[in-house]
């Protein structure tokens, strides 16, 4: 509502106007109306005001002549009186809003008399279209539009203003910003496209240092370096690389009045055409304020479904996890701020295009500054865990002093996981190495995690009887085009867990390292289908011995009939499972419950056919959990019955007996 327009208190003064008899007569009569409103133009502080006083239909009919919302609308605002309950509520909603108003509905508020009509549509003159016919209602809809709109433009102004107050705190960029992007940010963008010829030497070009080059023994989209720069580049063929459109993001930073500034770009290489210019684009999408300990962030997109572009309050769209940072100023950038030795520069430096998240790596130091110990020590892979995942600060003991202490590692362990820059994920595969007793180069790590990583499983199982070395020998023999090394161990795993449930002796020599390992295989594994084949039968023998003392014992306690139905106990367990296969349902899973004694599984019969399967009963302690029919079909109003005499006449005097 705006300034000195309507005034609540003088709004309230205005006496409530009851509904007519002949409203209420109207009411009775039409069914297509949710609320009849009653329209009148008064003059308060000098202001000609209409007031709409709507009443409900219901209301209406049960005699209530109490209007349920009164609205007071001029052609620049617009306030409505809602009667709860007994309490008077103030809202500044359109009249759709509060009445939950259906646009697909047939039931619309109507003006109840001539009078109501001559009002409105003398105050509301200037909502009308010679185009479309609107009705009353529709005309009172339109001006609070009209006014919603107005609303809108104002608050969206202001909005627009303030933004753009915060927008002036941005400076130009750099003047090398775009030879910082194409030479550092984009380094995955790095080509030599070549000639493809029958020669020894082909000639070829570096989109990097934009040098002409020899190349020799090259294959399409295969990785190298350039012979002249020596940067990591990809061989591209002329003839088949004529589309390359490479994406990347990169940030900057910028001092401003209060803090400083992160400004974030979606960046483009294209390559399309002339490969010897590329075409890079670059759009600001995303900007952060870093003011004290206040983040506040703005994207370029649509501005409140006006479809205007321009900058926006808030992060909504856009997401920038992994940028490259521009590093030329970052020292001088967060100098005298709470960042300054959060050693940001360092981190985004560790290699070109290198990946870093600023909102996460700031975010991060501000609750844990031993990032900066982390990036000093060259730990690049657990500070990038650190800063892009929460899910990793636990790893980090924080109340002991140095870093080998906050990994739980030695002296000289922390130097070897200094040297291989390792995460925390490999940090675990080097303790398990460690428990383990296997040493390895730095190399050799490297080499172990690049060969292991997707099976860790496997090849530690096989560490807890060989050596590394031992096992990638004896694996290596069996290698072929039907088996890679990988496959050959997971089969070796195999076949030493089934060795291990038969029984035998692992540490001889002739058990762990087979002839043939395949054929072993073959045949331990069956050899372990015959030994669980024969407990599974000595189990169900023994199952079998118990259950038949105990039907035996239970047919003397829960045997009951009446003139119509019958319980029967079964005789052994096959009964029992075919039972289940008749009726179809699970019983027959139960058979071990029946022979250990905790569950007690009975048949009602149908003594009309007293040996077909009808109804299956579980007893848990002399109580009833279930009685299940056909395809577990809920029991029938005539078995509930005898179910229910059955509880009271048997089950109830089996827990008396028990319980005395």
């Avoid at 009445?99 to 039931?107: G, H, P, R």
Wanted: net charge positive.
């Amino acid at each position: 509502m705006g300034k000195n327009s309507l005034k609540k208190v003088l709004l309230r003064k205005i006496p409530v106007q009851l509904a007519t008899e002949a409203t209420i007569s109207q009411a009775r009569r039409h069914e297509k109306a949710s609320y009849y409103i009653k329209a009148a133009v008064r003059m308060i502080n000098h202001k000609r005001i209409l007031i709409l006083q709507l009443y409900s239909r219901k209301d209406l009919i049960l005699g209530i002549k109490e209007p349920r919302i009164r609205t007071f609308l001029t052609k620049t605002d617009y306030i409505s009186q809602c009667y709860e309950e007994g309490t008077v509520k103030w809202r500044t909603g359109r009249l759709d809003s509060l009445l939950a108003y259906d646009y697909y509905s047939k039931e619309e508020p109507v003006l109840c008399d001539t009078a109501s009509e001559r009002a409105v549509n003398a105050y509301l003159s200037y909502t009308e279209d010679e185009r479309i016919k609107r009705s009353g209602y529709a005309k009172i809809r339109q001006a609070q539009n009209m006014i919603l709109e107005q609303r809108l433009q104002k608050k969206h102004a202001m909005i627009e203003r303030r933004i753009d107050r915060k927008m002036q705190e941005v400076k130009p960029l750099p003047k090398d910003f775009d030879d910082w992007i194409d030479e550092v940010a984009m380094a995955q963008s790095r080509y030599i496209y070549y000639r493809y010829s029958r020669k020894k030497y082909m000639d070829g070009y570096c989109t990097h240092c934009h040098q002409a080059v020899k190349v020799h023994k090259v294959r399409h989209r295969a990785e190298g370096r350039c012979p002249k720069c020596g940067v990591k580049v990809v061989f591209l063929a002329e003839g088949k690389a004529k589309h390359i459109f490479d994406h990347g993001q990169v940030a900057y930073f910028q001092k401003t009045p209060k803090g400083f500034l992160v400004r974030y770009f979606a960046v483009s290489k294209s390559y399309y055409g002339d490969y010897r210019n590329p075409q890079i684009s670059t759009k600001e999408l995303m900007r952060e304020f870093y003011e004290d300990s206040l983040v506040s962030g703005y994207e370029y997109r649509q501005f409140k479904q006006t479809g205007k572009i321009r900058w926006c309050e808030d992060w909504m769209k856009y997401s920038f996890l992994d940028v490259a940072v521009y590093t030329k100023n970052l020292h001088a950038v967060l100098k005298n701020t709470q960042y300054q030795y959060c050693a940001l520069k360092e981190f985004a430096s560790r290699w070109d295009g290198a990946a870093v998240n600023p909102y996460g790596y700031l975010k991060r130091y501000q609750s844990m500054p031993e990032i900066e110990y982390f990036v000093k020590a060259g730990l690049y892979a657990m500070t990038y865990e650190l800063t892009s995942y929460s899910n990793y600060a636990y790893r980090v003991q924080r109340n002991k002093k140095s870093l080998h202490e906050m990994l739980g590692v030695s002296k000289q362990n922390f130097r070897f996981i200094q040297a291989c820059d390792m995460s925390f994920y490999q940090l675990d595969i080097y303790n398990k190495l460690c428990k383990q007793g296997v040493n390895l180069s730095i190399g050799e790590f490297k080499r172990f995690y690049d060969t292991y990583r997707k099976n860790m499983d496997v090849i530690f199982a096989l560490l807890q009887y060989t050596s590394l070395h031992k096992a990638e020998r004896y694996c290596n023999g069996f290698i072929d085009r039907q088996y890679d090394l990988l496959t050959i161990m997971g089969i070796w795993k195999d076949y030493i867990c089934f060795c291990r449930e038969l029984g035998y002796n692992l540490k001889n020599s002739f058990v762990l390292f087979p002839k043939d390992l395949i054929v072993a295989h073959k045949l331990a594994y069956q050899d372990v289908l015959n030994r669980r084949e024969q407990e599974r039968r000595k189990k169900m023998q023994q199952e079998e011995r118990r259950a038949k003392r105990l039907l035996k014992k239970y047919r003397n306690l829960y045997a009951w009939k009446d003139n119509r139905f019958a319980v029967v106990v079964p005789k052994d367990l096959l009964e029992i499972k075919e039972e289940g296969h008749t009726l179809h349902h699970c019983v027959a899973t139960y058979t071990s419950r029946v022979a250990d004694g905790t569950s007690i599984i009975l048949f009602v019969r149908d003594l009309q056919s007293p040996d077909k399967p009808f109804y299956t009963m579980e007893l848990q302690k002399n109580k009833i959990i279930q009685c299940r029919g056909y395809s577990n079909h809920v029991m029938t109003s005539e078995v509930q019955e005898f179910v229910k005499r059955y509880e009271s006449r048997v089950l109830k005097k089996i827990r008396e007996k028990n319980a005395a």
